[in-house]
């Protein structure tokens, strides 16, 4: 009924951008590593054994600043490469300690199809982690602006909602498919709001399957955005950007997960 997990994502990413470069041909940065660790401990309300049909998990953990924050990768300049930090974007980390609120819940609707819900909430009170942005050495764009010279620690959340199917029980493979929100918002919770983000959200349809073997417990989804929406940060607002509300959205996600229960 009372558990403790500890989560360790690894991942990879790219960004092909013309604004980070000499505005004129695109390129793409990348990197990829090890991210920030979690550590979340989980309650169900009611008793396991007397509710195996339906129930509700309440989450409460924390997030420490493993990732690397500062990753760089070239800039190509009017002037020739510049080894420049990469977007937030696809930092492995936030440089940032972060709390985190979970809920989850599900129901059985017929012998091997239940509905779920599952949604967390990252609380970053940390407001700036120090590391320039791509472009924060360029006063033109900048407009010396804190907003857009320095990396914030945002908030983060994300929602899911769907069905899973039981397939082949004798080897726990169960489909899924359920639609995904998740963004960035512009004010977080705690903390100051300064520093370059980029607010807005996603919503994706998300197609997946787990197994559970024993103490084994293996996940793949692929959400694929159906609908993208992008926020004016702080720093538009202030100096009324006319790319305020412009952001880049990835078309889908591969998202992998192993799980081994003690």
């Known amino acids: 009924r009372l558990s403790l997990s500890l989560g360790l994502p690894i991942g990879y990413g790219t960004r092909s951008t013309y604004l980070e470069h000499d505005g004129v041909k695109r390129h793409t940065m ?22 195996p049909d339906h129930n509700i998990q309440l989450g409460l953990g924390l997030k420490g600043p493993t990732g690397n924050y500062q990753a760089k990768d070239y800039s190509y300049r009017p002037s020739g490469r510049v080894l420049r930090p990469v977007d937030p974007t696809i930092q492995s980390g936030d ?10 819940a599900f129901q059985k609707v017929f012998t091997s199809t239940s509905i779920y819900f599952q949604g967390t909430y990252l609380s970053n009170p940390r407001e ?11 006063p033109a764009l900048t407009g010396g602006d804190i907003g ?37 918002p512009v004010r977080d919770l705690l903390g100051g709001s300064q520093g370059y983000r980029l607010p807005g959200h996603a919503v994706s349809i998300e197609p997946g399957f787990t197994i ?7 996940e793949l989804t692929v959400p694929i955005a159906a609908y993208r929406y992008a926020s004016k940060s702080l720093a538009d607002k202030r100096t009324n950007s006319p790319v305020g509300g412009i952001a880049t959205f990835a078309d889908f996600q591969i998202i992998t997960s192993y799980s081994y229960r003690f």
């Open 212 to 218: 559970g073997l024993g103490k084994n417990f293996f």
């Open 128 to 138: 700036m982690n120090g590391t320039q942005t791509p472009f924060g050495d360029i």
């Open 148 to 184: 857009y010279i320095i990396d914030s620690v945002p908030d983060q959340y994300v929602a899911r909602l769907g069905v899973t199917h039981t397939i082949w029980p004798e080897q726990g493979l169960s489909a899924t498919l359920g639609v995904r929100a998740e963004g960035v």
């Open 30 to 51: 990348q990197n990829g590593g090890v991210g920030d660790l979690r550590l979340m401990g989980h309650l169900w309300i009611l008793d396991p054994d007397t509710h």
């Open 95 to 104: 440089g940032g300690w972060g709390i985190f609120l979970s809920a989850q």
